[in-house]
């Protein structure tokens, strides 16, 4: 059976919540894989309405066991707010598993995050606020907090001491803030140990054997490919690696166990937070992209930048994370233009250029190459089939999926749960 790894394939927000929740009825277990409430997925079931931010999206799908990885960094308070908005919602969320792994976002991560933001001014990267960059530093400087260490006092303590050493000093003598007692920070983490600790399990050893066991599994990146650490439009990315490689490390299973890498793409282009956009339009159709497609942040609240698609950040998705598949989303947004652009190349310093620039200069000088193709008018929301689709929707999709380099195997014409047209199953 399938271990499937599904990924945003542009800056995020393409619509992977619908895409997880989809596949997540057919599928034993869905993982976050890295990121933390950074993270949002809207979900439409029915005539309901979810906002998830750190939770998988399969929690909403009876019968399947989510799981937040070892590569996911976890604010507790977020995490059993959203656990309890569910409960009250009717929803089962007692299957939930958590690594003991997962590294935990403290109160101090969150400080650290506003203030370096604020401090940077116009060189500000444009991050949640949230601590998530902090966490993932204290990871890797090896003074993080895991969820195991909520167990064990001793080590909490010393572990919070040693990480306070040097943040007091950066708080109270660069950021003329208070110091953080470390004693406050132990106390507070400690009033989660008992509310999560029926969550918590070695969730690599449960993913091994279950896809052993021929269990089906999803793993669910966060974020979006031109957002990785390594691979996406450095600064201006989030602190880890939504890539498909992402999901290896994060989960703590091999390369080797994974059959299938589907990167999510929207019909246009959006993205949150500052840097490089080559497509983004400041005109009234990007008013419209962004007021028809809803275009405002699940987590961050702030409108999302809005332009055509893109196929060079395609192409370079596809490359990056071997995908095999696209899942084309809202493609409806598109409906009522009567020619409709898209970005095939970037011309920099007057030379075409068909693949994304290495260069963070070039990419930031680059500047569309369009080729126009025609729209449509007819409401495609209730289309169950391609050929149902307006000819002109159809060429539209062959053309991006030429385009884009895989195979456009599933595509959203509306929220709903329902209104997706299946091409090639994911699951074959």
């Known amino acids: 059976m399938p271990a499937l790894v599904l990924l945003g394939a542009q800056w995020g927000d393409e619509g992977k919540g619908k895409a997880t929740d989809l596949l997540g009825g057919s599928v034993d277990y869905v993982v976050r894989y890295q990121g933390g409430n950074n993270a949002g997925h809207t979900v439409v079931v029915g005539d309901q309405k979810y906002a998830l931010h750190l939770l998988p ?56 995050d506003k203030v370096t933001e604020r401090f940077l001014g116009k060189r500000k990267i444009g991050t949640t606020g949230r601590g998530i960059g902090p966490t993932y530093a204290d990871k890797i400087n090896r003074v993080g907090i895991r969820v195991q260490d909520l167990y064990d006092e001793s080590i909490l303590t010393q572990k919070v001491e040693a990480a306070l050493d040097v943040k007091n000093q950066l708080l109270t003598k660069l950021y003329n803030r208070r110091a953080i007692e470390a004693g406050q920070v132990v106390e507070e983490l400690l009033g989660y140990a008992e509310q999560i600790k029926g969550y918590v399990a070695d969730t690599t050893l449960v993913l091994n054997k279950a896809l052993d066991d021929d269990k089906v599994v999803l793993f669910e990146g966060g974020q979006g490919t031109l957002l990785d650490i390594d691979h996406g439009t450095y600064p201006f990315v989030t602190s880890s690696n939504p890539t498909a490689g992402g999901a290896c490390t994060g989960a703590g299973v091999g390369p080797t166990k994974i059959n299938r890498v589907i990167g999510i793409l929207k019909a246009y282009t959006t993205r949150v937070g500052a840097g490089p956009f080559p497509t983004e339009l400041f005109d009234e159709d990007g008013e419209a992209l962004r007021r028809i497609g809803g275009e405002r942040g699940v987590t961050t609240g702030r409108d999302r930048r809005c332009g055509w698609f893109d196929a060079v950040i395609a192409r370079y998705a596809t490359r990056v994370n071997g995908l095999t598949d696209f899942f084309l989303t809202k493609l409806d947004v598109l409906t009522g233009w009567e020619q409709i652009p898209v970005c095939v190349a970037y011309e920099i310093d007057g030379k075409r250029v068909e693949e994304l620039p290495y260069s963070q200069t070039d990419f930031h000088h680059a500047k569309p190459v369009y080729e126009t193709l025609p729209g449509w008018s007819e409401d495609i929301t209730q289309a169950k089939s391609f050929s149902d689709l307006p000819k002109n929707a159809q060429a539209y999709v062959k053309a991006l999926e030429e ?8 595509i959203g014409v509306g929220p709903g749960r329902d209104e997706t047209i299946e091409i090639n199953s994911f699951l074959s």
Do not use: F, Q, W
Not at 88 to 100: F, I, M, N, P, Q
Not at 403 to 410: E, F, K, V
């Open 57 to 112: 999206s399969g929690i909403l799908s009876p019968g399947c066991t989510p799981i937040i990885g070892n590569g996911v960094v976890v604010d507790p308070a977020v995490l059993l707010s959203e656990l309890s908005g569910l409960n009250e919602r009717g929803v089962d969320t007692s299957k939930l598993l958590l690594s003991g792994n997962a590294h935990l976002i403290t109160p101090y991560n969150i400080t650290v």
């Open 403 to 410: 385009m884009s380099g895989a195979p456009i195997s599933a």
